[in-house]
């Protein structure tokens, strides 16, 4: 298995809090990526990050944003929190080559009251 | 666009029987092809891959021909064990390798 984790795995918090999203690999590669799953909605992309300092945005980055300050680590912050943030978010990482595959965390279920 | 289209579940079915799920796909370039199994609980393990035309991936007795054609890329398997109830993802990386498209999944629930 590939040596994604994401911190904490489960989070309560309150509208209008912040909240920080960690996602640490042990592969030293060079795409990770954040995503929410939704029912009805499958897999949607919110950020994500081709080397260290250099991310871009996915299809709903609305209210998200994330750092890379190390090849290991993609943080993922929700700045203030919202009930329709409510959702499980994974990470997953990629070696960005054509015949690569994406290798996901276990997920992270964050519920906003 | 890239995009994945696969077919809405649920899908049920007894054990022993033979599955099929349908993914079709769009893609200006020449995309790799993935189906993903998410088991209750869990992130998204790879189940199979093809990365060019024709090439058949398979895992688990699970397999999926890459179908240029057709732009298909449908999962198959002959017999079905209760093991297998869980959420399938069709998925293509774009000719860059480096972003990723998924259908929206299919529930399996497999039934002694």
């Known amino acids: 298995d590939a040596g994604i984790t994401q911190s904490p795995r489960h989070k309560v918090t309150e509208t209008g809090t912040p909240v920080t999203l960690r996602c640490h690999q042990t592969e030293n590669h060079r795409y990770m990526y954040w995503y929410r799953q939704d029912p009805g909605h499958g897999l949607r992309l919110i950020h994500y990050?081709?080397?260290?300092?250099?991310?871009d945005k996915g299809e709903v980055s609305d209210g998200y944003s994330v750092s890379r300050s190390k090849t290991e680590d993609f943080l993922l912050t929700l700045e203030s929190a919202t009930s329709s943030q409510t959702s499980v978010y994974f990470c997953?990482?990629?070696?960005?080559?054509?015949?690569?595959?994406?290798?996901f965390g276990p997920g992270t279920r964050l519920t906003v009251l | 666009g890239d995009s994945v289209t696969q077919m809405e579940g649920p899908v049920t079915l007894s054990e022993e029987a033979f599955l099929t799920i349908n993914c079709t796909y769009t893609a200006t370039g020449y995309p790799s092809l993935f189906w993903y199994v998410q088991y209750p609980g869990e992130g998204l393990q790879l189940l199979l891959k093809?990365?060019?035309?024709?090439d058949k991936g398979s895992n688990k007795g699970f397999e999926a021909t890459y179908r240029k054609e057709t732009t298909s890329f449908h999962l198959e398997k002959g017999s079905v064990q209760v093991s297998d109830s869980a959420v399938y993802f069709c998925a293509l990386s774009d000719g860059t390798g480096n972003q990723f498209y998924f259908g929206t999944g299919t529930s399996l629930t497999v039934i002694p």
């Open positions: 093809a990365t060019k035309a024709d």
């Open positions: 990050s081709y080397g260290v300092k250099d991310t």
């Open positions: 997953a990482i990629s070696g960005g080559t054509l015949r690569t595959e994406q290798f």
